[in-house]
């Protein structure tokens, strides 16, 4: 029987990897129709539905981070990139706009918030994801409803 952290490592790799197919086609990811808004919805098996952005990068919260701040910088922000828009933030079906929100980060840049919660993609290596611990706060996908999705449909990490 896998460990819930392998299970979780071995899931997140499947979800990466279904991710990356998905401009081919060949993913069973489901996203929300609305490709073009700044938020959208995609449900990830073992998950349920999660935030991403308007590419369909699946978009992950820093439980440490304050409410509209981020301690997420340098290295950190190279391998968690915080999602800045410099439109008007818009959200899909399946996202609550009135959740949807920014705040300027120390070096200028304007990064979207969800919830209050700071919104970043992934770039790292398979082996780290949902889970994963930094800055004295844990990483984990975020939930339409505005909440860290803190475990599987299996099982917590």
Known sequence: MLSARIFTR???VGVLAAGGLTACGGSDVAEAPAAEATVSVKKVPGYGEVLATKDGKLLFVLT??????????DDCAKQWPPLSESGELTAADG???????SFEREDGTTQ???????LYTYTGEELAGPGTKALG???????????PVDSTEAGGY
């Open 95 to 101: 996202v609550d706009r009135g959740k949807v929100s």
């Open 137 to 147: 706060g844990t990483w984990f996908f975020i939930s339409p409803d505005g909440k």
């Open 10 to 12: 071995i899931a997140l």
């Open 112 to 118: 979207v918030t969800y919830n209050k919660r700071a």
């Open 64 to 73: 440490s981070d304050p409410e509209n701040g981020s301690k997420c910088t």
